[in-house]
């Protein structure tokens, strides 16, 4: 819950499609076909481009017939009729089997249609055709991509920049890199993509992204601020940029990107809990509280809310509340060994030693490597002046290299060190 893991989905995004139109005197003259898209900062950016026809003098019927038959497929496909552009692209290598550009045009219909496979065939056919093909390997790329087969990928969009590079597709096989965790190597992509396009929002959030992940914290939020000079209600910018500052401890500015973020969606439930997180480790538990209590109304099931909750109670001391809380947590999480352990300090703290013991040993039974649930026991065996019991659990503790003062102290007290 501590960090939201924002990644764009690797998916086919269509910015243009090459459309090749034909002038009275049935020559070929490049135009472009644009396409609604959804939310950039949603999907990579997947870089189809116009296709270069090379220069030629005359053009045979059957080439112009497919080229009419490739702009009617695509006139459709802009309408959304995508079986009848594929109808309409087969229909034209029917008439002109070695019409590269109707099988690119097909196989990004196909990507359209989730079909990959059928796309990297239509794919593999445009670059036997025209081996210079960038855009066909570039989009190959992605469809590999959506597959899961990312090396694939790679080895297409590196293909795609030594034909033509461009910040599309250094932003892809970045995301590929960044798939395959060889994060360094993302981020020298993503780097390239933004010296290619200072204004990639995207590539600026991923690489945002990956200097947190690294520990790169000041790095990260100067990516992140860069994505809000160009986009002030990219609300993972706000979110992700919280994370940063509140890993170097500026909790007042984490503060405020979450805030920011929920003015954006007062729903956000990880904002709230991050915001209600960082009010506690200021100090603030009362508004935490608040965050917590407003989280658990949106998902009542949250069960570190209830965790959280409670901790922020029994620090301001409402141990019953806090017990309350505590509770919940657990019928949700029996196996949770820290929401046992701390309602067993807060048993220990209303005088419910007993109870409280049955946590502490229940914390234990569930991970017996929770070292402080052995010397929260003690202490509560000592309280009931079972020594013994106190000092074994004491040692226990410390032969599992938890030795904070008190401990050594009772230790030595009881001539047990």
Same mark, same amino acid.
């Given at each position: 819950?501590?960090?939201?893991?924002?990644?764009?989905?690797?998916?086919?995004?269509?910015?243009?499609?090459?459309?090749?139109?034909?002038?009275?005197?049935?020559?070929?003259?490049?135009?472009?076909?644009?396409?609604?898209?959804?939310?950039?900062?949603?999907?990579?950016?997947?870089?189809?481009?116009?296709?270069?026809?090379?220069?030629?003098?005359? =053009?045979?019927?059957?080439?112009?017939?497919?080229?009419?038959?490739?702009?009617?497929?695509?006139?459709?496909?802009?309408?959304?009729?995508?079986?009848?552009?594929?109808?309409?692209? $087969?229909?034209?290598?029917?008439?002109?089997?070695?019409?590269?550009?109707?099988?690119?045009?097909?196989?990004?219909?196909?990507?359209?249609?989730?079909?990959?496979?059928?796309?990297?065939?239509?794919?593999?056919?445009?670059?036997?055709?025209?081996?210079?093909?960038?855009?066909?390997?570039?989009?190959?790329?992605?469809?590999?991509?959506?597959?899961?087969?990312?090396?694939?990928?790679?080895?297409?969009?590196?293909?795609?920049?030594?034909?033509?590079?461009?910040?599309?597709?250094?932003?892809?096989?970045?995301?590929?890199?960044?798939?395959?965790?060889?994060?360094?190597?993302?981020?020298?992509?993503?780097?390239?993509?933004?010296? %290619?396009?200072?204004? *990639?929002?995207?590539?600026?959030?991923?690489?945002?992204?990956?200097?947190?992940?690294?520990?790169? *914290?000041?790095?990260?939020?100067?990516?992140?601020?860069?994505?809000?000079?160009?986009?002030?209600?990219?609300?993972?910018? *706000?979110?992700?940029?919280?994370?940063?500052?509140?890993?170097?401890?500026? %909790?007042?500015?984490?503060?405020?990107?979450?805030?920011?973020?929920?003015?954006?969606?007062?729903?956000?439930?990880?904002?709230?809990?991050?915001?209600?997180?960082?009010?506690?480790?200021?100090?603030?538990?009362?508004?935490?509280?608040?965050?917590?209590?407003?989280?658990?109304?949106?998902?009542?099931?949250?069960?570190?809310?209830?965790?959280?909750?409670?901790?922020?109670?029994? =620090?301001?001391?409402?141990?019953?509340?806090?017990?309350?809380?505590?509770?919940?947590?657990?019928?949700?999480?029996?196996?949770?060994?820290?929401?046992?352990?701390?309602?067993?300090?807060?048993?220990?703290?209303?005088?419910?030693?007993?109870?409280?013991?049955?946590?502490?040993?229940?914390?234990?039974?569930?991970?017996?490597?929770?070292?402080?649930?052995?010397?929260?026991?003690?202490?509560?065996?000592?309280?009931?002046?079972?020594?013994?019991?106190?000092?074994?659990?004491?040692?226990?503790?410390?032969?599992?290299?938890?030795?904070?003062?008190?401990?050594?102290?009772?230790?030595?007290?009881? $001539?047990?060190?």
């Amino acid at each position: 819950m501590s960090q939201k893991e924002t990644y764009c989905a690797f998916a086919l995004a269509l910015t243009m499609i090459a459309v090749v139109s034909l002038s009275s005197d049935g020559h070929a003259k490049p135009s472009v076909l644009e396409r609604s898209l959804p939310d950039a900062s949603a999907l990579p950016v997947v870089q189809i481009g116009p296709h270069i026809s090379r220069p030629q003098q005359t =053009r045979s019927r059957a080439h112009i017939l497919a080229a009419e038959l490739v702009n009617s497929g695509l006139a459709e496909a802009s309408l959304g009729h995508d079986e009848k552009a594929l109808e309409l692209y $087969g229909a034209a290598l029917d008439i002109k089997p070695d019409y590269a550009l109707a099988y690119y045009n097909r196989g990004n219909t196909y990507a359209k249609l989730h079909q990959y496979t059928r796309a990297i065939i239509d794919f593999d056919q445009a670059l036997l055709i025209d081996p210079l093909y960038a855009q066909a390997y570039s989009n190959r790329g992605t469809a590999y991509g959506a597959l899961r087969i990312y090396r694939r990928a790679i080895e297409d969009f590196t293909s795609a920049i030594e034909l033509k590079p461009d910040s599309n597709v250094f932003y892809n096989r970045a995301f590929a890199l960044d798939l395959l965790g060889a994060y360094q190597d993302a981020i020298t992509d993503y780097s390239r993509a933004i010296d %290619y396009n200072r204004g *990639h929002v995207t590539a600026l959030f991923n690489r945002g992204h990956l200097f947190n992940g690294l520990g790169q *914290h000041q790095r990260a939020i100067e990516d992140f601020t860069r994505v809000l000079a160009l986009d002030p209600t990219h609300i993972n910018a *706000h979110y992700n940029r919280g994370l940063a500052y509140r890993w170097l401890k500026n %909790y007042a500015a984490a503060v405020k990107d979450f805030s920011a973020a929920l003015s954006i969606n007062h729903d956000d439930e990880q904002a709230l809990y991050n915001r209600g997180y960082t009010f506690d480790l200021m100090g603030r538990h009362s508004q935490a509280i608040e965050d917590y209590s407003r989280l658990i109304e949106l998902v009542p099931d949250h069960t570190a809310a209830y965790y959280n909750r409670a901790n922020a109670k029994f =620090r301001l001391r409402e141990f019953g509340l806090a017990i309350e809380d505590y509770t919940r947590a657990l019928a949700l999480d029996p196996m949770d060994a820290n929401a046992h352990n701390n309602r067993g300090l807060t048993y220990e703290a209303l005088g419910f030693v007993d109870r409280a013991i049955e946590d502490f040993s229940r914390a234990i039974e569930i991970d017996p490597s929770l070292a402080f649930a052995f010397g929260n026991r003690g202490s509560a065996y000592e309280a009931k002046g079972e020594l013994a019991r106190a000092i074994s659990d004491w040692k226990e503790q410390y032969k599992l290299g938890n030795r904070p003062g008190w401990l050594i102290e009772a230790l030595s007290r009881y $001539g047990a060190l």
